[in-house]
């Protein structure tokens, strides 16, 4: 059993309400083993749709340090949902006791080794978002969907 983003799986929860990122690796694998979709963003009381989100100035683990934040399109800080829905996150996988979680890259939630720059253009840095960060933090093995 493993944790992963629900937007692999074709769960409507991107932030424009789409499912547009189905993923053919992930799918393949839910038939062989248990997926339990999560949206961290959705977990940490966002709706959907909603703005997008980008981390300013870092990743994941400088949110959890209070370095860098999350913020909307329209400049709204949402970095406490974003670190809410990390920790709901992290209370699924303790509680099912699951060891795994397979994440969406560029995500400012899930991105595994990839992430927005903060800008809003489209461009992508190396880092990681929230609930990776913290979910590696907490002992919990995080895989991007890209190295399935």
């Given amino acids: 059993m493993k944790l992963c983003s629900a937007c692999l799986l074709g769960i409507r929860c991107e932030w424009d309400g789409r499912d547009r990122y189905k993923n053919e690796k992930v799918i393949e694998l839910s038939k062989r083993e248990v997926l339990i979709p999560v949206c961290p963003e959705q977990l940490g009381g966002l709706p959907t749709p909603r703005e997008p989100s980008e981390i ?12 860098a934040e999350v913020l909307d399109r329209n400049r709204k800080n949402v970095t406490h949902n974003f670190i809410r829905g990390a920790e709901e996150v992290l209370y699924i996988a303790r509680f099912y006791g699951i060891k795994q979680f397979i994440g969406k890259e560029n995500s400012p939630s899930c991105g595994i080794k990839y992430i927005y720059d903060g800008s809003f253009k489209g461009n992508v ?16 093995e995080v895989v991007s969907e890209e190295d399935l």
């Fill in 56 to 67: 300013i100035n870092g990743d994941g683990f400088d949110v959890l340090n209070g370095k």
């Fill in 125 to 140: 840095i190396r880092g990681s978002g929230v609930t990776s960060a913290y979910l590696r933090k907490n002992g919990i």
